[in-house]
DNA sequence: ATTATCTATAGATCTATAGATAATGC
DNA sequence: ATTATCTATAGATCTATAGATAATGC
């Protein structure tokens, strides 16, 4: 039976809802239309009404499922617990509504180049928000903290994944909370201007002959 | 045509050969038993002779696949360079003959139990291999040192891969390359027992005493 | 006699489409 | 008249098996 429209856009954010989640816990490739369709209470000849290709699908959920991580960032009171909370056993055993650059980082190479200008876009704006939260030091270098920062999330959170040993597990997010807080907290050394490390220099100079005299 | 039992053996390293490659290539969900057979020169029909089920592929052709992080492991001189290598373009551009463990992080948890732990164990080992290649510290900070650097090179190289744009890839890879052959060369503090810490702690206040004393 | 390989195919599953139904919206 | 949804199915693809062929190995 018909249903309004207003009727058909909740359908379709149903749709997304479910597939936003099913994407992130069983993969990209790891689960069907059909089931999609099933789990969001309607029927798979309805899913060409809502979209042109399963494709298309894929990209709208993982831009549906980034809200997530919107939701995280504005939870939280600061980068430092916004680590905490993304190593947390919480977030390894929820990857359905975790993180996902985490859940589609192995499969985006291999993904359209929709899907991939999607995510790209995301990791950017992920980058930026921990750049800006970072203190101290020059753009550049909290350019460069925030990518070590994400890379080493996002791969500590896979692998406590993956690994079959609960201890080894643990370990991993404990290891890179700590990390993470850390590098979230502790601000950058000021930018050295080549005048400044000249003087700098001078002085290790200085201190090492009145070292040298003094002995 | 039947071939001896010596020749059977060498269909079946190429069928674990060619598995290896196609499934870092197109994840372990991405490519079906007939292309292997196909790429590897046989008949889908020849499968079953030499595996039980796919599953046993899947775990054959992931232990096959560790055998290309024995020759980085051989061929490399020191862990830095070991690292220098892993965040290489090289690496990134040739997921197909590259490190397993970034290539199936994020498809692990939805894996079996066999090829869970064959994963895990294949983890540990390298851990264990970069804790022994680090210098000072005690042997809980190596083995934490290994989890950062594990974790934040398999993220970054799968971000590497993951972007569709060329510019930050290949920043993430400068920025991790520097960061993890830093981590490597650089030796973590001895290990300081509470009776070395409460000296330094008392020559600290020591220091800082005599600096007001002497304005 | 055994078996390594092949061709052929069963049976399940997946994307996508066709056509019917019945309610909405003009 | 349009369209949101449904049932049914086409056509492709994937894992696994059956049975034939022809060479190996005892």
Redesign the interface.
Same mark, same amino acid.
């Given at each position: 039976m018909r249903r309004s429209r207003a009727e058909k856009a909740v359908t379709h954010s149903k749709i997304l809802s479910v597939a936003a989640k099913r994407f992130r816990e069983?993969?990209l490739? +790891?689960i069907g239309v059909a089931d999609v369709m099933k789990d969001a209470g309607t029927s798979v000849g309805n899913f060409y009404k809502h979209f042109d290709s399963r494709d298309d699908l894929v990209m709208e959920a993982l831009a549906e499922s980034f809200k997530d991580l919107d939701t995280l960032e504005e939870t939280v009171e600061s980068l430092s617990a916004y680590m905490a909370e993304f190593m947390s056993d919480r977030h390894r055993d929820a990857?359905a509504t975790g993180c996902p650059?985490?859940?589609?980082? +192995?499969?985006?190479?291999?993904a359209s &180049?929709g899907v %991939?200008?999607v995510?790209?876009q995301r990791?950017?704006r992920t980058l930026g928000y921990y750049a800006d939260h970072l203190k101290g030091g020059d753009a550049g270098a909290r350019h460069?903290r925030a990518?070590?920062m994400? !890379?080493? +999330?996002? +791969?500590?959170l !896979?692998?406590s %994944?993956?690994?079959? &040993?609960k201890a080894?597990s643990r370990?991993?997010l404990t290891?890179?909370r700590k990390?993470l807080t850390g590098l979230a907290e502790r601000p950058l050394p000021a930018k050295r201007t080549a005048v400044v490390k000249r003087i700098a220099t001078a002085k290790q100079a200085g201190a090492k002959k009145a070292r040298a005299k003094s002995r």
């Open positions: 069983r993969g490739q +790891g990857p650059i985490t859940a589609f980082a +192995g499969e985006m190479a291999q &180049d %991939r200008a995510y790209t990791v950017k460069a990518i070590l994400l !890379s080493a +999330g996002i +791969g500590a !896979s692998l %994944r993956a690994v079959n &040993d080894l370990e991993i290891v890179l990390e």
